[in-house]
């Protein structure tokens, strides 16, 4: 398709907003396993509290899209926002409640539950309408570099978030929460006041819908669904692991957990800030990207002491970040300009399918042994890479006529 007409988007209010609330997003992951041991919860109970969250973003990752479409991509973002600081705030009260009274397994599974869906509803949002608004005014040549930056902030939260959950969690396991609720707050006023309005491509009333099942879109779905599969297994095995494997405390799992996800955030930056200078063909990008994290998942199975299930955290990421952002600028280059809400919508809808299946699958298969998950993980990213490896290039989605 055609280079887009709106003006060059200045990325860094986009950024900012971004960041925080993936902070916020992976602080809780870290004191996930750490909370449900209090609360006396199972793995599994853990694992579904967040697999509700990738219920609700891949059943409302699409709506958003298409509402972006017609509505804006700065006010979808910003109501997204708005509903996430709601919802984290009112999570972070419920588990003080719960923290303090110990009102039971039922209780608090609910609870967990009610909180995390609708943080996944509302965070739905804020992905698909901001991939569009970069593809909206972005060439074609430069969105996955564009797509790498916006990638790069996310791993600048899974930096922080998980770094200052594990600095706070010395106060509390619930001071964390409402600290980043409160990020959540700066989040929604600086997409309020930097992010440009009325950036929205209207889609034609009589627009055929772009499907789930469109061929133009067919690999770059399938690897979102892997790719974020395969994320939510390690996120969610790693404070388990961490206190089965060496006996960890709660506080000091979560540390470990903490650090591990800071690893994460570091390799992501420094892949995705390579992405930038590589300019590889998205197809590459995934099929390189796939094999680096696939070895990383292998190490991370056999590990012998925690600073070693950190290094191999580090190496998963720096594939994970040369496949995430091809997979979003593959999807983008192949469809029309007033498709592009709705297109970044399935691929997050996609991420969501993967953040349903990957919790609980992680939590079935750890309680078959600790490493598990791990090969499974490496086996399905080994999957991916030898499939985009012997695909033809033009088998990857193209670019739709425009005039279509």
């Known amino acids: ?159 922080l978030g998980p770094s200052l959950a594990g600095w706070l969690v010395g106060g509390g396991l619930v001071l964390p929460l409402y600290a980043m609720a409160g990020l959540a707050v700066v989040a929604l006023i600086v997409a309020i006041y930097g992010l440009p309005g009325g950036d929205a491509p209207l889609a034609p009333r009589d627009a055929t819908p772009v499907r789930m099942r469109d061929p133009r879109l067919r690999m770059p779905v399938v690897v979102a669904l892997v790719a974020m599969g395969s994320v939510a297994i390690a996120q969610i095995c790693v404070g388990f692991y961490a206190m089965d494997r060496w006996g960890l405390s709660r506080e000091h799992a979560g540390r470990v957990a903490g650090y591990a996800l800071t690893a994460v955030g570091v390799a992501l930056i420094a892949a995705q800030v390579g992405v930038r200078r590589l300019q590889w063909p998205p197809h590459v990008l995934i099929r390189r990207g796939a094999v680096v994290a696939m070895l990383g998942f292998l190490v991370a199975g056999f590990t012998a002491a925690p600073w070693q299930l950190i290094a191999s955290y580090f190496v998963m990421a720096l594939g994970m970040g040369l496949v995430f952002p091809a997979f979003s600028a593959m999807a983008a280059n192949a469809v029309a300009a007033h498709e592009q809400g709705t297109v970044a919508g399935t691929v997050s809808a996609a991420q969501g399918i993967g953040m349903v299946l990957g919790p609980l699958a992680g939590t079935l298969l750890y309680g078959i042994a600790p490493a598990v998950p791990f090969v499974v993980g490496a086996l399905m990213l080994a999957s991916i890479a030898f499939w985009v490896g012997t695909a033809r290039e033009p088998a990857v989605a193209r670019p739709a006529d425009e005039a279509a």
């Open 1 to 159: 398709m055609s280079a887009p007409s709106a003006p060059p988007l200045k990325l860094l209010p986009l950024i900012l907003a971004n960041a925080a609330c993936m902070m916020a997003m992976n602080a809780f992951i870290a004191l996930l396993a750490p909370l449900a041991r209090t609360l006396a919860l199972n793995e599994w109970q853990a694992g579904a509290s967040v697999t509700v969250a990738g219920v609700l973003w891949f059943l409302l990752a699409r709506p958003w899209g298409r509402l972006s479409d017609r509505w804006g991509r700065k006010r979808v973002i910003a109501t997204g926002i708005a509903g996430f600081a709601a919802a984290y705030l009112a999570l972070a009260a419920g588990i003080h409640w719960a923290l303090l009274t110990l009102p039971g397994i039922l209780a608090g599974f609910l609870l967990l539950l009610a909180g995390r869906g609708a943080i996944g509803a509302f965070y739905a949002a804020i992905p698909a309408a901001a991939n569009a608004m970069i593809a909206d005014r972005t060439p074609v040549e430069r969105r996955a570099a564009a797509m790498a930056t916006l990638g790069a902030s996310s791993a600048i939260g899974l930096v």
